[in-house]
Structure formats: structure tokens, C-alpha cells
């Protein structure tokens, strides 16, 4: 599973002009599922995100966690995170089909609520304009 997060001051999705979801200070986590992840990946990378401390304490240094910070999360599916660009035109052989996707991703999302923090969402396959305010810019990129 690959997400990438970025420290946002806010952050929103739209979809056919409607206004999906928004959230204010915390993370907007672009999140890719690989067509070999498991819930054990899920449950990692929720666990990853949710205690990721990247917010800046009294002294400037990135000590803070997102629960002390009174953070919110913004989760976007982004199957694009596993293109092979080895040729112009990407392929997507190694992004998990919907069928494996979509419960992984919402496992996720689960995770991170279950942990106590709002969670936003996209709409997995949909057209999405994402925006977002960046703070920083702090953008991590998580593996598991």
C-alpha cells in the first residue's frame, strides 16, 4: 500500500461541481493499493498516518502528532500511485482491481476513524478535483 500525505492547512474534493468533502488543518492522504496488499497492509498504513508526527512543536521541530494537533484526514483513493511508467503511456498492472481495492481502502478510512479522527473521503473511481493548501510543504511518502 503507498500513500502519499502532504500537511495541509485545508483541503477538499469535488465531484460534478458539488462540494464532497472538506476538512480544515491536518492531512490529505492520497492513497494507492497494490494488487498484493492484505489487511494487514491496511491496518499498517492507517496506523502509519494516524501517528505520523509532523506537526511543528513550541520550538519548530516536527514532534507533534496529528491527535495532539487537532487534525483532520482527507482520504483520496489514487490507483495512479502504482503506474509503470517504464513506457510513455502508464500502466496500471500493479493497482489493486476494485473488487480488492475498494474494502482495503475504506478499512483504511475505518482504521483512522476508529482511532478517533475525522475522516473525509473522496469517492473511489470517481472524477475528483482535489485542492488543497499545503503547509509547509510537508509531503511524505509512506510505503508499507
Known amino acids: 500500500m503507498r500513500a502519499v500525505l502532504t500537511r495541509v492547512l485545508s483541503a477538499s474534493v469535488t465531484i460534478d461541481g458539488e462540494r464532497k468533502a472538506e476538512i480544515g488543518k491536518g492531512f490529505l492522504v492520497l492513497l494507492g ?13 492507517a496506523d502509519k498516518i494516524c501517528g505520523l508526527r509532523i506537526f511543528e512543536d513550541e520550538n519548530g521541530k516536527m514532534n507533534i502528532g496529528p491527535k495532539d494537533a487537532g487534525a483532520s484526514i482527507l482520504i483520496v483513493s489514487q490507483f495512479t500511485l502504482y ?37 473525509q473521503t473522496g469517492e473511489f473511481g470517481a472524477d475528483m478535483k482535489v485542492e488543497s493548501i499545503n503547509d509547509g510543504p510537508v509531503t511524505i511518502v509512506l510505503d508499507i
Do not use: M, N, W
Not at 493499493?33 to 498504513?45: F, S
Open 33 to 45: 493499493v497494490h494488487v498484493d496488499d492484505t489487511e494487514v497492509q491496511a491496518k499498517k498504513i
Open 83 to 119: 503506474a509503470d511508467c517504464s513506457s510513455r503511456r502508464p500502466g496500471f498492472t500493479q493497482a489493486a482491481r476494485p473488487d480488492t481495492a475498494v474494502p482495503l481502502y475504506e478499512l483504511v478510512v475505518k482504521e483512522c476513524r476508529d482511532r478517533g479522527f475525522e475522516v
